[in-house]
T-cell receptor
Framework: GAVVSQHPSRVICKSGTSVKIECRSL??????MFWYRQFPKQSLMLMAT?????????EQGVEKDKFLINHASLTLSTLTVTSAHPEDSSFYIC?????????????FGPGTRLTVL | KNEVEQSPQNLTAQEGEFITINCSYS?????LHWLQQHPGGGIVSLFM???GKKKHGRLIATINIQEKHSSLHITASHPRDSAVYIC?????????????FGQGTILTVHP
């Protein structure tokens, strides 16, 4: 299957700072990328869907100005958590789909654990 | 009631046992995924099904579209199979491959 990477795998930051998480498709063109958040012992919660070259579509209850998503190329999407607070601490996972795969297929990244002090 | 329900929520087995995890859904779907998440957090896609049965090594996944039910079987289970197994569906008519997730099944295999 296709490979999706995330960077960094772990990040610790101070409250009030911004953190950028990268999601890359290594061997295919990711026309669509998804960003998920996962709280301990809970399932994944979709935050937003981004299509290359377009503005992201955010799920209800997700603050657009808080979680900035950029999908400027077919291999890279970034999630920036702005003015992070301790309640933003979570596990963030991206997934991607695109050429040559169908939209029913998604490949997941390894996740990024964010801790805000 | 969630659109995707998994059972059991927790499962403990001895090494070598045959394991079954179930997933039922209440909506029309175009595809169903079985995912594996290890304690480190990374998610691996095990299967994507739209009908029938798929096999990969010791893992077998089946789906019955009429009954809206899927099962994941693990034969000759091993401690390294210990993980959270997640069922996720692509609901018919939703855009861009958006998935709806079950709550996960925590599997622990003891040596």
């Amino acid at each position: 299957g296709a490979v999706v990477s995330q960077h960094p795998s772990r990040v610790i930051c101070k409250s009030g700072t911004s953190v950028k998480i990268e999601c890359r498709s290594l061997d295919f063109q990711a026309t669509t990328m998804f960003w998920y958040r996962q709280f301990p012992k809970q399932s994944l919660m979709l935050m937003a869907t981004s299509n290359e070259g377009s503005k992201a579509t955010y799920e209800q209850g997700v603050e657009k100005d808080k979680f900035l998503i950029n999908h400027a190329s077919l291999t890279l999407s970034t999630l920036t958590v702005t003015s992070a607070h301790p309640e933003d601490s979570s596990f963030y996972i991206c997934s991607a789909t695109g050429t040559p795969y169908s939209t029913d297929t998604q490949y997941f990244g390894p996740g990024t654990r964010l801790t805000v002090l | 009631k969630n659109e995707v329900e998994q059972s059991p929520q927790n499962l403990t087995a001895q090494e070598g046992e045959f394991i079954t995890i179930n997933c039922s859904y209440s909506v029309g779907i175009s595809a169903l995924h079985w995912l594996q998440q290890h304690p480190g957090g990374g998610i691996v896609s095990l299967f994507m099904l739209s009908s029938g049965k798929k096999k990969h090594g010791r893992l077998i996944a089946t789906i019955n579209i009429q009954e809206k039910h899927s099962s994941l079987h693990i034969t000759a289970s091993h401690p390294r199979d210990s993980a959270v197994y997640i069922c996720a569906v692509k609901v018919t008519g939703t855009s861009y491959g958006k998935l709806t997730f079950g709550q996960g099944t925590i599997l622990t295999v003891h040596p």
